[in-house]
C-alpha cells in the first residue's frame, strides 16, 4: 500500500475522517496511561508495604531496647493498628503519636475494658518504659495520663478556691487529694475545672468529669481528658508573699508626664513584696514611684536565697487607702533578673503553690 492509500484509510487525505481510526486511537491511549498508572499504584502500594514492614521491624528493635514484656509489645502492637500510625516505630519516638494512637485504642476497646480493668496496667507499664510518664518541662503535656504525682493544683468550687495535690496517676483515672472536709453538693459526673501548676512549663486548665469520691480520703477521682489548655507559661504564675524589702530609685520615666515628675536618683524606701513571680513582683511602700521609674530591690526569700540589686520598672502605680493609713502598691517588671535568681524565684513560687501555705516568719534584711 503506498502512502497516499494509508492517508486515505486514516481518513488524513484531503481532510476526511475515518471515525473508527479515531475511536482505536483513544482507546489505545487510553489503554496504554491506564497501564502506566497501574504500574505507578503497583509500584508505590509496593513501597508503602517495604515501609511497613521496615517499621515493624524497627518496633521490634525498640521493643527489646526498651524491655517491653511480650504483652506489652502485643499490646502496643494493637495501639498502632488502632491509631493507624503510618510507621509502627513512631510511637517509641514521639508522645503526641502516642497519645493519638492510644485514644483510638481505648474507644475500640471500650466494651472490653468496661469488663476487664487489667490491661490498664499493662498500658501503664508501657507509657513507663517509653519515658511518656515524665516528660521534660519543654514538651507541653496533651493528656491527663502524662500528669505526675506530687504537681500542685486548685479548684474553684462553690467561690471557694480549693489548693491540692495530684496523686494516683493511673490509665484509668487520676486523683486530686484536697485539704479538708469535700464541699457539699459534689457528686460523680459533674464537670470540673482544675488548674495544675507544672514547673518550669506552664499553667493547665483541665475540663473533665468526676469519676467517684473518695471522702474518707478528701479526694476527687477523675477521668482522663486530652481537653487540657495551656494557660500561662511559668514567668507568670504569682503566688501572694510578705516579705520585707529596700528599694532604690535609679532613675525617672524615659517619658515623664507632668504631674509624675522623676523622683531624685538614690531615693530608698523601705517596703515590703506582697506577690512574686519570676517574671515581676508588687511592692507595697510607703512612698508613691510613678510608672515607668526604674528601681533597684534588695529582698531574700525563706531558705537563704538573698537578691541584691534586682533591677526592675514600674509598670503601674495604685493608691491604697487602709486604716487611715495611706500606701502604694507598686507592679514592677523585672528587668536586671540573672537566669540563676529566675530560677530560684520559681522553684519557691512553685514550691509554695504545691505547699498552700503561708509564708514563715520573714527574714530581715541584712
Known amino acids: ?31 496504554i496511561m491506564a497501564w502506566l498508572v497501574a504500574l505507578e ?68 476497646e471500650k466494651d472490653r475494658l468496661a469488663r476487664d480493668e487489667s490491661p490498664y496496667v499493662v498500658l501503664r507499664g508501657i507509657r513507663s518504659k517509653l519515658g511518656y510518664s515524665q516528660l521534660p518541662a519543654e514538651i507541653p503535656l496533651t493528656s491527663t495520663r502524662q500528669l505526675e504525682a506530687g504537681l500542685p493544683a486548685h479548684w474553684q468550687w462553690a467561690g471557694r478556691r ?36 507544672r514547673p518550669g512549663d506552664a499553667e493547665y486548665c483541665v475540663q473533665t468529669t468526676i469519676a467517684a469520691l473518695r471522702p474518707g480520703h478528701h479526694a476527687l477521682i477523675l477521668n482522663h481528658t486530652r481537653n487540657l489548655e495551656r494557660k500561662q507559661m511559668r514567668n507568670w504564675v504569682r503566688v501572694e508573699v510578705n516579705l520585707p524589702c529596700r528599694t532604690t530609685v535609679i532613675s525617672g520615666p524615659d517619658h515623664p508626664g507632668v504631674e509624675d515628675g522623676p523622683l531624685p536618683a538614690g531615693l530608698l524606701v523601705e517596703g515590703k513584696l506582697i506577690d512574686l513571680s519570676g517574671g515581676g513582683t508588687c ?13 533597684s530591690l534588695n529582698f ?48 519557691y513560687v512553685f514550691e509554695k503553690q504545691r505547699l498552700g501555705a503561708k509564708d514563715p516568719a520573714a527574714p530581715s534584711l541584712a
Open 1 to 31: 500500500m503506498t502512502v497516499p492509500q494509508l492517508m486515505h484509510a486514516f481518513g488524513s487525505g484531503f481532510g476526511r475522517v475515518n471515525p473508527l481510526a479515531v475511536v482505536l486511537s483513544g482507546i489505545a491511549v487510553i489503554g
Open 41 to 108: 499504584i503497583l509500584r508505590k502500594n509496593r513501597r508503602r508495604r517495604e515501609e511497613v514492614q521496615i517499621g515493624w521491624r524497627y518496633f521490634e528493635d525498640y521493643s527489646a531496647q526498651r524491655r517491653l514484656t511480650p504483652a506489652e509489645s502485643e499490646m502496643l502492637r494493637a495501639v498502632v493498628r488502632s491509631g493507624e500510625v503510618t510507621s509502627a516505630e513512631m510511637v517509641f519516638d514521639s508522645p503526641f503519636v502516642f497519645e493519638d494512637a492510644l485514644e483510638a485504642y481505648l474507644a475500640d
Open 162 to 197: 480549693l489548693q491540692g495535690e495530684l496523686r494516683n496517676i493511673s490509665e484509668r483515672s487520676w486523683q486530686l487529694d484536697l485539704p479538708g472536709i469535700l464541699p457539699e453538693g459534689i457528686a460523680p459526673q459533674q464537670m470540673v475545672e482544675i488548674g495544675i501548676l
Open 283 to 295: 511592692a507595697r511602700l510607703p512612698t508613691a514611684l510613678p510608672k515607668g521609674h526604674k528601681v
Open 300 to 347: 531574700d526569700l525563706p531558705g537563704g536565697a538573698s537578691f541584691r540589686g534586682v533591677r526592675a520598672e514600674v509598670m503601674r502605680m495604685a493608691v491604697l487607702q487602709k486604716n487611715g493609713r495611706e500606701d502604694f502598691e507598686h507592679h514592677l517588671k523585672f528587668t536586671g533578673l540573672e537566669t540563676a535568681q529566675q530560677e530560684s524565684i520559681i522553684r
